[in-house]
């Protein structure tokens, strides 16, 4: 697609990627937007949307699991993890060029949360599943090395929320997570935001922005 499209509803976005869909073995879509921005919870409303749909066709692959661990990172960049260099780009899209191949099962890693760890294996991708929906902050950053996955993606569409919102959804993020209320606005501020910003002024236009 060459143009930016708008959406305003999950209809609206389910009925646009099972078009995409139509007579492809499979279709990557790429649900992208900044921290906070509810990327697991479209992702989770198009799953069961599309599932409706085409049962069995459709799996969503996280890009969190694709976060080096606190091991692999070190003290150093621990406070940062979260930001761009603290992913593995690379393997993401070897993962992806696998995917795209539709020949044989792709066993992908997803994040746990609670535990701040992937697990290898996670989920898995088998060759029923038509729609894979990749959801991440960064998979539209017009950076290296995440440049390299922009043509793996049949469709892309960008979550589009204000920063207001954002701040807020990640403070309360981090105070589910026990910070008490300084740290968790700090996290937000000092960690979260400026992520947040980098990727609405360094992506690249998608196919469709969801707002």
């Known amino acids: 697609m060459t143009s930016t499209f708008r959406a305003d509803s999950l209809a609206e976005v389910t009925r646009r990627i099972l078009v995409a869909a139509e007579g492809r073995q499979r279709l990557l879509v790429a649900l992208a937007g900044p921290p906070g921005a509810g990327k697991s919870f479209r992702s989770?409303?198009?799953?069961?949307?599309?599932?409706?749909?085409?049962?069995?066709?459709?799996v969503v692959v996280p890009m969190d699991g694709y976060h080096f661990d606190n091991a692999v990172l070190g003290e150093a960049q621990l406070p940062v993890k979260g930001a761009p260099h603290t992913f593995d780009a690379e393997g993401?899209?070897?993962?992806?060029?696998r995917i795209r191949r539709a020949d044989t099962a792709v066993a992908v890693p997803v994040f746990d949360?609670?535990?701040?760890?992937?697990?290898?294996g996670g989920r898995l991708v088998t060759r029923e599943h038509r729609i894979v929906i990749v959801e991440g902050?960064?998979?539209?950053?017009?950076q290296g090395p995440w440049r390299a996955l922009h043509g793996l993606f049949d469709l892309s569409v960008m979550l589009e929320v204000d920063d207001a919102t954002l701040e807020q959804r990640l403070i309360e993020r981090w105070l589910a997570m026990g910070r008490d209320a300084e740290a968790a606005r700090r996290k937000a501020l000092?960690?979260?935001?400026?992520?947040?910003?980098?990727i609405k002024t360094t992506s690249i236009?998608?196919?469709?922005?969801?707002?």
Request: glycine share 2%; aromatic share 4%.
């Open 44 to 58: 989770e409303q198009l799953l069961q949307a599309i599932d409706d749909a085409l049962p069995g066709q459709v």
């Open 92 to 97: 993401l899209r070897v993962d992806l060029e």
């Open 113 to 120: 949360r609670p535990l701040d760890l992937a697990r290898a």
């Open 137 to 142: 902050n960064y998979l539209l950053l017009d």
């Open 190 to 198: 000092d960690k979260d935001m400026p992520n947040a910003r980098l």
């Open 205 to 211: 236009p998608p196919d469709l922005v969801w707002r």
